[in-house]
């Protein structure tokens, strides 16, 4: 189950999610802003 191109499917998976939960906390913390203007 744990051959190379899983593993790479698997980091590939984590570092989107990754990438997608930093630009949603990025997008949260502007919709913050703009409720404190």
Known sequence: MST?????????IS????????RINYSLKII???NDY
Not at 4 to 12: E, K, Q
Request: charged share 20%; aromatic share 20%.
């Open 4 to 12: 190379p191109r899983s593993a790479a499917f698997f980091l590939c």
């Open 32 to 34: 913050d802003l703009i």
């Open 15 to 22: 570092k989107s999610i990754l990438f997608f939960a930093r």
